[in-house]
């Protein structure tokens, strides 16, 4: 079963509380997902280490419920 976008969303506002999260089905199939994720905490970060953190809030279902997700990061100003 795909994640839906409000699953995806939820997790990463809940690992990265204060974050706004723009979904995106790229194939309108709930499973191939782009994500903009603007948030505080990626501050001062590099760019790999943001989109870590995303994946990292997704707790593993990267491969599984989630097959797709193509990640914007932004810092807010």
């Given amino acids: 079963?795909?994640?839906s976008g409000p699953d995806i969303e939820a997790?990463?506002?809940a690992a990265l509380p204060g974050?706004?999260?723009e979904?995106?089905?790229l194939a309108g199939d709930d499973d191939h997902w782009?994500?903009?994720v603007t948030a505080?905490?990626?501050a001062g970060k590099p760019r790999v280490a943001q989109h870590k953190m995303?994946?990292?809030a997704l707790g593993g279902k990267m491969g599984g419920e989630l097959h797709a997700l193509q990640v914007t990061t932004v810092v807010p100003t």
Avoid: E, G, S
Wanted: proline share 10%.
């Fill in 19 to 21: 974050a706004v999260v």
């Fill in 11 to 13: 997790a990463i506002v």
């Fill in 34 to 36: 782009a994500a903009k």
């Fill in 40 to 42: 505080p905490q990626f």
């Fill in 54 to 56: 995303v994946y990292a």
């Fill in 23 to 25: 979904l995106t089905d």
């Fill in 1 to 3: 079963m795909p994640m």
